[in-house]
């Protein structure tokens, strides 16, 4: 059974940093593109980063702030965050697509089968 468990969440000052992380247990998801998302009370949720290799894709809202890595040893993703603003709280999900390979449209929730529970980040002003 598939499972990710994202940890790293909390609350931290603008301007502050946060490192997410995203384990993953019951496949191996070395080539598979992974996402992270966020989602705040009554919008859609919403792209943030994903990556499938080294090099990482990025909503323009996190460009330059942002960066998504992986460690297949760990079979876990991460998301450093950093100069972050209120504009970031929010829940953010770890997610992993139901096959390998390379996914053109990365950036929609809908390519997506499997979800974290989600993490808080709480960014205050």
């Known amino acids: 059974q598939v499972q990710l468990v994202e940890s790293g969440g909390g609350l931290v000052l603008a301007g502050g940093s946060l490192t997410l992380s995203c384990a993953a247990s019951?496949?191996?998801?070395?080539?598979?593109?992974m996402g992270w998302f966020r989602q705040t009370p009554g919008k859609e949720r919403e792209f943030v980063a994903a990556?499938?290799?080294?090099?990482?894709s990025y909503a323009e809202s996190v460009k330059g702030r942002f960066t998504i890595s992986r460690d297949n040893a760990k079979n876990t993703v991460y998301l450093q965050m950093n100069s972050l603003k209120p504009e970031d709280t929010a829940v953010y999900y770890c997610?992993?697509?139901?096959?390998?390979?390379?996914?053109?449209?990365?950036?929609?929730?809908?390519?997506?089968?499997?979800w974290g529970q989600g993490t808080q980040v709480t960014v205050s002003s």
């Open positions: 997610a992993a697509p139901g096959r390998a390979g390379y996914l053109s449209r990365y950036a929609s929730q809908h390519e997506y089968t499997y």
């Open positions: 019951g496949r191996t998801f070395s080539d598979y593109h």
């Open positions: 990556i499938r290799w080294s090099g990482g």
